[in-house]
């Protein structure tokens, strides 16, 4: 399917205008719901006796109409495995158990971005980091262990014990890591201070 154009009165919910208008979702029973997330918006729409997911993603654009907005929508089923992976936890929750092969992909792929989020949440000024491989500072030393000392955008900036010595991990390099599985996380409290287990690359 290709996209389709909307016209969304002011005051009327873009959502209640997909439920209306979108032929995967008028008339069905919508079991859950997200709100929208990276402008797409995840729903669970009960098909006879299986729940499965229908995306749908928005591009949002100027309207020549008054008082309206133009929105121009583009429908998946999860059996097309689209790139849209921000499907919140209690939607996939309510979905049945498939055997399609694209549609489990995708809901992994979707469990993937959960579990992420849930590691990078951790990620916060004064959490330790055992790494399960060593790595290299900026002068030379190897460590093993390290303790977060600021975040930024675009980075972590990691210290030892002493804050006499620091690295800089890209969050896209610690991102990446996880989601390949190179990551193995372990949150605990001990001592007052919350561990992160992570293992890393040697050229992180």
């Known amino acids: 399917m290709g996209w389709s154009k ?37 729903f669970a729409v009960k098909y006879e006796s299986n729940v499965k ?45 498939t055997e399609d092969t694209n549609a489990n992909q ?21 959490v330790r980091i055992n790494f399960l491989r060593p790595i290299e500072t900026s002068k030379g030393k190897v460590l093993t262990s390290a303790i977060i000392w600021t975040i930024n955008s675009r980075s972590f900036t990691l210290t030892n014990d002493e804050k006499t010595d620091f690295v800089d991990v890209s969050f896209d390099s610690l991102r990446n890591l996880y989601l390949s599985g190179a990551i193995d996380v372990n949150s605990s409290v001990a001592g007052g201070s919350e561990l992160v287990n992570i293992e890393v690359n040697n050229n992180v």
């Open 6 to 42: 909307l016209t969304v009165p002011n005051g009327v919910t873009l959502r209640s205008v997909l439920l209306n208008q979108v032929s995967e979702l008028r008339n069905k029973t919508i079991i859950e719901f997200s709100n929208k997330i990276n402008s797409t918006f995840y």
């Open 53 to 97: 997911a229908v995306i749908v993603k928005c591009d949002f654009r100027a309207s020549s109409v008054p008082s309206t907005k133009e929105v121009w929508v583009k429908v998946f089923a999860e059996e097309f495995n689209p790139d849209a992976h921000d499907c919140p936890e209690h939607v996939l929750l309510a979905l049945s158990p």
């Open 106 to 126: 995708w809901r992994n792929e979707c469990l993937k971005q959960i579990s992420v989020k849930s590691f990078l949440a951790h990620l916060k000024a004064d």
